[in-house]
């Protein structure tokens, strides 16, 4: 269009000859509006991803990185899990809806959790669940759950997104508008100005809202998940950095708008050396705004808090023996390993845990743990002390053995210049019985172990020791709820290893009293640990 050609426009009624500006316009300022139509379709685009993609926002972490998300209440009636065998490895949740397609408003389940607790109660839920986690009915978890003020957030910067979506599109137009010459000089600074400020205010905005949800405690009204903290349990995905990229593509084309246009018609370009400078000042503005109030939320959710030290007469593992695996099956009472000549429970520990030595209970497709029981949430109960090994290794730890031996361990008059721990403290009055004891001062190579039952890692025939009282220190641990392999181990006492490294920390084990089923290569034996594969 030429600077003679005149439009003709109807304003109030009448015909009114209006010269066009495009041809006016400098080239720095039309420059400002092509970035600006390019960077709208930019977020029109990337907003549009995060809005149609279910895991955009959030993803589960790797499974060994997740804790169990159910209360212990719920563990009681068998009911422990991680967030990702209740939703499925892969699970996510974005802007608008989840993987599976479920809004922040849909419940597939027909009904709240809380609802369903009052209305079957938590033995019925748990003897369904497994059928209801098949069936994709704990979706979306955040309404199921009842976690209205997570909702209320999460909507919150869904409605933002669309928000953000119907802006880019008209920005888009806005701007092509004013190249062709169709909005005056003034409003089109002004008007423009202004949206583009809102628009970075929004992308501000939904960053605080994600750094608020991903660190903050959330409150849900039931018992099985009363509360959650998602970033113990899911990962930011992209929508989170789309977000940020969005507030740093807003404030640019913001500053350009405020430095590179102008408000009169045929006005000369501007210095190119001091919008630059406005610009990059605008910007580091902007950065830090969004840096220091996500600093701000951060700190109101808690988390620069140092972690609270833990009592030291703190006992974690009060109370925490489930009760039934199964709806009243009572699977983890106590009953006695062998009646009248019958093994009454499943597999325990191996007694004779020679390298090759073949057991005589068939355990079937039963697996034993072989994870680091560090790395498990088994808890060490029944504490108690031994003379040497209760299970056999034959060249490794047998009757063949020797070790020190301390007979003041047992006598319960002994008490000068002594720990208290450094001799028995139940069953004084009894003479200690020895048991096996090391035949090699070999330290078995750590490329050699093996995660099967009686591997022993670490032996002595003469070490130093920090209590008198006896070579081995097996702990009993609580079995968890549901599962089928439980193995049980001895850790050494003979050394401070506890005190070395975490390889070193004494392994829990499985008592025979929650009935548990570890070792494929187990004998009939009342006993209740197996020799560990670490010392």
Not at 69 to 82: L, P, Q
Not at 237 to 255: E, K, P, T
Not at 402 to 421: C, I, R
């Amino acid at each position: 269009m030429s600077a003679n050609t005149e439009d003709v426009a109807v304003v109030m009624g009448k015909v009114k000859e209006v010269k066009s500006e495009a041809a006016n316009m400098s080239t720095t300022t039309k420059m400002a509006h092509v970035g600006a139509i390019a960077i709208s379709g930019v977020i029109a685009l990337f907003v549009g991803i995060v809005l149609a993609d279910g895991t955009s926002v959030i993803r589960l972490k790797n499974p060994k990185d997740l804790p169990v998300i159910t209360s212990y209440e719920a563990s009681v009636h068998g009911i422990k899990y991680r967030a990702d065998e209740l939703l499925g490895p892969t699970y996510g949740i974005g802007l608008h809806h989840d993987q599976s397609g479920s809004s922040w408003y849909t419940i597939m389940a027909g009904s709240t959790l809380a609802t369903l607790e009052t209305n079957l109660g938590l033995p019925v839920i748990a003897a369904a669940l497994p059928s209801v986690i098949a069936t994709d009915d704990l979706k979306h978890p955040v309404p199921f759950l009842s976690c209205d003020d997570l909702q209320m957030a999460g909507l919150a910067a869904m409605y933002l997104g669309f928000i953000a979506e119907i802006v880019g599109v008209l920005m888009i137009i806005f701007h092509s508008l004013v190249l062709a010459g169709m909005v005056p000089a003034k409003p089109a600074k002004m008007l423009g100005g202004l949206i583009w400020f809102v628009l970075t205010a929004g992308f501000l905005t939904v960053i605080y809202i994600a750094v608020g949800i991903y660190t903050a405690t959330w409150t849900c009204k039931n018992t099985i998940v009363p509360s959650v903290v998602i970033s113990e349990h899911f990962d930011l995905n992209y929508g989170f950095a789309f977000a940020v990229l969005g507030f740093v593509s807003s404030l640019l084309v913001l500053m350009l708008v405020l430095t590179l246009t102008s408000t009169e018609e045929n006005a000369p370009a501007p210095k190119l050396g001091g919008a630059i400078a406005k610009t990059l000042g605008g910007l580091i503005v902007g950065f830090t705004v969004c840096a220091v109030g996500s600093v701000i939320v951060l700190g109101g959710n808690g988390y620069f808090n140092e972690s609270e030290a833990v009592p030291t007469d703190f006992n974690p593992c009060a109370g925490r023996k489930p009760i039934d695996a199964g709806p009243g099956d009572k699977y983890f009472k106590n009953v006695e390993c062998v009646k009248d000549g019958l093994v009454q429970v499943l597999e325990q520990a191996g007694a004779n845990v020679t390298k090759g030595y073949k057991g005589l209970l068939d355990a079937g497709n039963r697996e034993p743990i072989t994870d680091r029981y560090d790395q498990t949430d088994l808890c060490p109960v029944n504490v108690h002390w031994h003379l040497g090994a209760e299970h056999l290794s034959v060249g490794q730890f047998d009757e063949k053995g020797s070790g020190p031996y301390n007979k003041q361990a047992n006598d319960a008059s002994f008490v000068a210049g002594e720990s208290p721990y450094s001799r028995r403290q139940l069953a004084a009055d009894k003479q200690v019985r020895r048991g096996f004891s090391a035949t090699t001062t070999t330290r078995t190579s750590r490329s050699s172990r093996r995660p099967t039952t009686g591997r022993a890692a670490l032996t002595w025939s003469s070490a130093r020791r920090t209590r008198s009282i006896g070579h081995t220190r097996p702990l009993a641990c609580a079995a968890r709820s549901g599962s089928t392999s439980r193995p049980s181990t001895t850790a050494s006492s003979a050394s401070r290893a506890s005190s070395r490294s975490p390889r070193s920390t004494p392994i829990p084990t499985s008592a025979c009293s929650p009935r548990s089923s570890p070792s494929l290569t187990t004998t009939a034996t009342s006993t209740t640990t197996r020799t560990s594969t670490r010392a």
